[in-house]
């Protein structure tokens, strides 16, 4: 017999191995107009910072889930983007986005389907095997950037909604890449409400 990969995964039971827990879309609405200074100012940080972290912050209903994400959709042609929303209004009920197991896994399958593959088995979901993972994709991407020029962003909006509406056993928060481990040609957006996270 031959099998397609989905047929052969769905076969094996090991399909949640390869699917994202969640989906990482926002819908911004038609009304939304960008406020041309602070889109600037994240894509003169990217296009002038080594690589590390960005932080757009700003009161609710401010337009920063907007803005980021009208950001990722100029720039994902020429730039490697990868996105992670903690929040998304109107989602369905699911996995909870602030739990770090879920954070880990969908960030790990989107660099995955992106190309940047590290280590041979999906055999576990550990948290520990999969920031493992992570790091290691990190690295890769460091690598890529450093061969080819090939920048990576990771946008991570939402994270207000962890500590306050959400009760994740390990917050995602805890597992955020620490700065040192993020190599040049690397950046992580961070999208919140505010910086006093817990």
């Known amino acids: 017999h031959h099998f397609d990969r989905s047929t052969l995964l769905q076969r094996l039971n090991w399909s949640h191995f390869f699917e994202l827990r969640n989906r990482h879309e926002f819908s911004v609405t038609p009304a939304y107009q960008d406020i041309e200074g602070p889109r600037r100012k994240l894509e003169a940080a990217i296009d002038t910072l080594p690589g590390g972290y960005i932080f757009v912050g700003g009161s609710p209903g401010s337009g920063k889930s907007s803005l980021l994400t009208r950001t990722f959709e100029s720039r994902a042609p020429k ?24 954070f880990l896994h969908d960030l790990t399958v989107a660099f995955e389907e992106a190309g940047v593959v590290a280590g041979h088995s999906h055999s576990s979901l550990d948290r520990q095997q999969l920031l493992l993972r992570l790091d290691a994709q990190l690295q890769t991407l460091g690598e890529q950037f450093k061969d080819r020029g090939v920048r990576t962003v990771l946008l991570i909006d939402g994270l207000d909604h962890i500590p306050r509406e959400q009760n994740p056993d390990i917050s995602m928060l805890k597992d955020l890449p620490l700065p040192d481990r993020l190599p040049a040609g690397v950046y992580v957006v961070l999208g919140s409400q505010t910086d006093q996270l817990k």
């Open 79 to 102: 730039e490697r983007w990868v996105r992670y929303y903690a929040f998304v209004p109107g989602a369905p009920a699911g996995n909870i986005r602030g739990e770090s197991e879920n």
